[in-house]
């Protein structure tokens, strides 16, 4: 069964420094998303990703973000100069049109973020 | 009022109990709405898209009530393995996607 994919599953960086979070959607899949959950609190959509152009983005999703699909396969996530409150477990998901014009989304295992 | 309401529980249940959750929202442009499950630290997997007729999958039904704006996932002869957290996601216009802080389930032997 097609998965999503995301590397790596644990990250550790200081304060200021850039990281980038990647993740390889299910390979028919045209939307992609990125999502965060702080321990304990709710799921929290980022922004999402079709035809190579950003459709909607949430208030979270400030100058310090970026996404790309640099080729075929990859969607990454970059935080430019990371704070402690950026700590939290980032989900990539991907997915199609499904029926009725819903758009099921397949979530990766997330890869957990701590800034120190 | 927050966007995507849900009672956070938790749920205790016994085994083999029928259990129901109800869900919020406050956008009635929402376009569609889903079930998901949450396990412990673990990413939320799909378990129900929630159609306007209504929605059901062996044990599990959904409901959606766009008049009211709520929608409802109903579990019926609980199983051990049913305990998680159930998320309710809402799907605006133009990809924004909203989940709930989700539902606990405990199901008990």
């Known amino acids: 069964e097609p998965e999503v994919t995301q590397t790596p599953s644990h990250q550790v960086t200081q304060m200021g420094q850039e990281v980038i979070l990647r993740c390889v959607p299910i390979?028919?899949?045209?939307?992609f998303y990125w999502y965060r959950q702080i321990l304990g609190q709710k799921v929290e959509f980022l922004v999402s990703?079709?035809?190579?152009?950003?459709?909607?983005k949430s208030e979270i999703f400030d100058d310090q973000f970026s996404v790309e699909r640099p080729d075929g396969s990859n969607f990454t996530l970059k935080i430019r100069s990371t704070k402690l409150e950026d700590s939290a477990m980032y989900f990539c998901?991907?997915?199609?049109?499904?029926?009725?014009?819903?758009?099921?989304?397949?979530f990766g295992p997330g890869t957990r973020l701590t800034v120190t | 009022r927050k966007e995507v309401e849900q009672d956070p529980g938790p749920f205790n249940v016994p085994e083999g109990a029928t259990v129901a959750f109800n869900c919020t929202y406050s956008?009635?442009?929402?376009?569609?709405f889903f079930w998901y499950r949450q396990d412990c630290r673990k990413e939320p997997k799909l378990l129900m898209s929630v159609y306007s007729s209504g929605n059901e999958d062996g044990r599990f039904t959904a409901q959606l009530n766009r008049a009211s704006q709520y929608i409802s996932l109903l579990i019926r002869d609980s199983k051990l393995s049913d305990s998680a957290t159930y998320l309710c996601?809402?799907?605006?216009?133009?990809?924004?996607?909203?989940f709930g802080i989700g539902t606990k389930l405990q199901v008990i032997p």
């Open positions: 998901a991907s997915s199609d049109l499904g029926g009725q014009g819903y758009y099921e989304q397949y």
């Open positions: 956008n009635s442009a929402s376009q569609s």
């Open positions: 390979s028919n899949h045209l939307y």
């Open positions: 996601v809402v799907h605006g216009s133009y990809q924004k996607v909203t």
């Open positions: 990703f079709y035809n190579n152009e950003i459709s909607e």
